[in-house]
């Protein structure tokens, strides 16, 4: 069974940087889709970042040229590098993944469908 965990988050100030990871157990496929999504208080869920098996990648408007996703095959771990933060990226942040997806990897596939890790909270001071 696949299980998800992240790591990585905490308090940091605006400007500054932080990388989160979630490692995969369980995990041995080679297709998969997976993302980063954040919570903020009194907030919905979004979409963060989205990679496919192929490296193919996309980007909330908010966050783009700012974070980074990637992964690390070898050691079955998603990472989402979190430059010049703001206090609005305040938020728990989660990961989700879709191992041999059948639709196109997106945020709605993995809403619907994804396997999700517990969060991870950060918090950006101004």
Do not use: H
């Not at 989660?94 to 619907?112: K, M, T, W």
């Amino acid at each position: 069974q696949v299980q998800l965990v992240e790591s990585g988050g905490g308090s940091v100030q605006s400007g500054g940087s932080l990388r989160l990871s979630c490692t995969a157990s369980g995990f041995t496929d080679t297709s998969y889709c997976m993302a980063w999504f954040r919570q903020g208080p009194g907030k919905e869920r979004e979409g963060v970042a989205v990679i496919n098996s192929r490296g193919s990648t996309l980007y909330a408007v908010s966050v783009k040229g700012r974070f980074t996703i990637s992964v690390d095959n070898a050691k079955n771990t998603l990472y989402l590098q979190m430059n010049t933060l703001k206090p609005e990226d305040t938020a728990m942040y989660y990961c989700a993944a879709e191992l041999r997806p059948s639709v196109v990897c997106s945020f709605d596939l993995l809403e619907a469908r994804g396997i999700w890790g517990q969060g991870t909270q950060v918090t950006v001071s101004s």
